[in-house]
């Protein structure tokens, strides 16, 4: 039976031992994101499989009689635990401790155990990226409900930052949990007023909703995703619409920088597509954690 007080009082020892001694607090929190980052290595690769395979299929329904002639094009059913984690150069069935977060590529001296090829240093760059994101949050919010929530959010931050970079694609399978999450915590006021995320998301999407239609009428060209709506509708649910003019500043400084310095340095052709949503995600979350302070200079500069 599932006891309600026994849980109440095993958070509440925790709580009190994360306060009262906090690098057991930063040890967690370092431990847990190292897993996290681990799991989102398979997200960031797996789930825009998962979504092929299932436009496939849907199309395939759609246009039955349209295909029915056509060589069915094969993909490889997947979801996030199967089949297992394997070599991609081998096959070799990656053991569970040949997968521990860092500590298995280090040991490996990043190297499949079976054939020698070399093992991509992406991987634990992402988990060690997570650890680290995290570490931030946790020193900044402490060990309240606060960080726990910041924490959901990077993470989810991080797998949509590489599938995007990867792909050009924000999933609606991450970015709308986000969306619907942050409004929920806002109902007690958690970061900002309801009225001011219910607002913010709305000014969120449809801010950049508007900037898409009008570029594409004066250029006939689609400037940017839907998905880019939806990761700035989320920012406005979790920080108010209050912060946005300073989360797109950011995030477009940071895009035309990084973007030109593409062109320039590695041949990025003029007319290839650079995704906007890594540029927003590292906006809103400096945002989220800093941006009352940074609005407060950028106003102090212009007056």
């Given amino acids: ?39 989102l290595n398979v997200v960031i690769y797996r789930l825009p499989k998962m979504m092929e395979y299932t436009w496939y299929q849907e199309c395939r329904e759609f246009l039955a009689d349209e295909v029915k002639d056509v060589k069915a094009k094969k993909l490889e059913k997947v979801t996030l635990s199967t089949p297992v984690s394997t070599c991609p150069h081998c096959q070799h069935k990656i053991r569970f401790y040949e997968n521990i977060p860092l500590v298995s590529w280090l040991t490996l001296r990043g190297k499949c155990s079976q054939c020698k090829q070399s093992i991509s ?30 924490l959901l959010l990077t993470w989810g931050l991080v797998a949509l930052t590489m599938i995007d970079f990867d792909h050009m694609l924000l999933p609606d399978q991450i970015t709308l949990p986000l969306l619907w999450f942050g409004l929920l915590i806002n109902i007690n006021g958690t970061f900002v007023p309801l009225t001011d995320a219910v607002i913010g998301a ?63 340095f590695k041949n990025h052709q003029k007319d290839q597509g650079i995704p906007f949503g890594p540029y927003l995600a590292i906006a809103g979350w400096i945002t989220l954690l800093w941006g009352n302070n940074l609005w407060s200079w950028y106003l102090a500069t212009l007056l």
């Avoid at 009190?16 to 897993?35: A, E, K």
């Avoid at 990226?129 to 020193?139: E, F, G, H, N, R």
């Avoid at 995703?225 to 950011?250: C, H, N, R, S, T």
């Fill in 121 to 150: 240093s992406r991987y634990p760059l992402v988990e060690l990226s997570t650890a680290l994101l995290s570490l931030v949050v946790a020193a900044h919010y402490g060990p309240s409900i606060e960080a726990l929530y910041v």
């Fill in 202 to 264: 709305a000014a969120g999407y449809m801010s950049l909703f508007c900037v898409f239609w009008l570029f594409k009428l004066l250029t006939g060209k689609e400037g940017m995703g839907f998905g880019d709506f939806k990761l700035l509708a989320v920012f406005g649910a979790w920080a108010g619409w209050q912060l946005l003019p300073i989360l797109i500043l950011m995030a477009s400084v940071v895009g035309a920088i990084i973007g030109i310095a593409l062109m320039l």
């Fill in 1 to 39: 039976m599932f006891n309600i007080s026994f849980i109440s009082t095993l958070t509440d020892n925790i709580y009190h031992l994360f306060q009262t001694v906090p690098s057991f607090f930063y040890l967690s929190v370092s431990l847990i994101s190292l897993s996290v980052g681990s799991f």
